[in-house]
């Protein structure tokens, strides 16, 4: 199944703001919106966001998520050591019936 | 919250069977009501989704969908009586070998399970 496209690494200053993003296409990310996943090394996924804007309880108000057009973005601001880590992606894919992840992208808060 | 909670990880060897099973902490979760999914994780990779099932009364035509990788050889299932969600799945090879995680994909995940297929 075709994925969603991230940069692989995004590297940025402690307390500043880093923009992730990830495109698909008309079947997925521009048609259904997408989630944001975070990953710790060696934890499960934590959703960030969801349906393009949508921000899980408890999920911090530096972490916000749109979309425009095929392409989704998660702005994490005021970066926090704690906040280096993988981010992911995810779209359900209606052509393809099936999730579509993207391939992450690695931030490292410098 | 709800919590997922897998179990049925564990080494097999290449052309073996495994199946794993996933619950809910919350009684009031109830898995036919959400579609579900099993995404996987191999070693040092990123997520890769493997099967989905529906719930209950929300369809799209096809009740249950496969990642090309495993279609054939995987099969998603759940016991309503149980309230457990599974993945039955044959002929593993080291391809297979991932931390396997039940979800919904957008609102929660569980902890995962390591599928390990030694060759």
């Known amino acids: 199944q075709a994925g969603l496209t991230q940069p692989p690494s995004v590297s940025k200053g402690l307390r500043q703001t880093a923009t992730l993003t990830c495109t698909g296409n008309s079947n997925n990310v521009g048609n259904q919106g997408a989630a944001w996943l975070q990953q710790h090394e060696g934890h499960p996924p934590k959703v960030l966001s969801y349906?393009?804007?949508k921000r899980p309880t408890g999920i911090s108000e530096r972490f916000s998520a749109s979309r425009s057009g095929n392409t989704a973005s998660l702005t994490i601001t005021g970066l926090q050591p704690e906040d280096e880590a993988d981010y992911y992606c995810?779209?359900?894919?209606?052509?393809?019936?099936?999730?579509?992840f993207g391939g992450g992208t690695k931030l490292t808060v410098l | 919250e709800v919590q997922l909670v897998e179990s049925g990880g564990g080494l097999v060897q290449r052309g073996g069977s495994l199946r794993l099973s996933c619950a809910a902490s919350?009684?009031?979760?109830?898995?036919?009501?959400?579609?579900m999914h099993w995404v996987r994780q191999a070693p040092g990779k990123g997520l890769e989704w493997v099967a989905r099932?529906?719930?209950?009364?929300?369809?799209?035509?096809?009740?249950?969908s496969y990642a090309d990788s495993v279609k054939g050889r995987f099969t998603i299932s759940r016991d309503i009586a149980k309230n457990t969600l599974y993945l039955q799945m044959n002929s593993l090879g080291a391809e297979d070998t991932a931390v396997y995680y039940c979800?919904?994909?957008?609102?929660?995940w569980g902890q995962g399970t390591l599928v390990t297929v030694s060759s």
């Open positions: 995810s779209a359900w894919d209606i052509s393809l019936r099936a999730w579509v």
């Open positions: 099932i529906n719930g209950d009364g929300i369809t799209d035509g096809f009740t249950t």
């Open positions: 919350d009684s009031g979760f109830t898995f036919n009501n959400y579609w």
């Open positions: 979800t919904t994909v957008d609102t929660d």
């Open positions: 349906r393009n804007d």
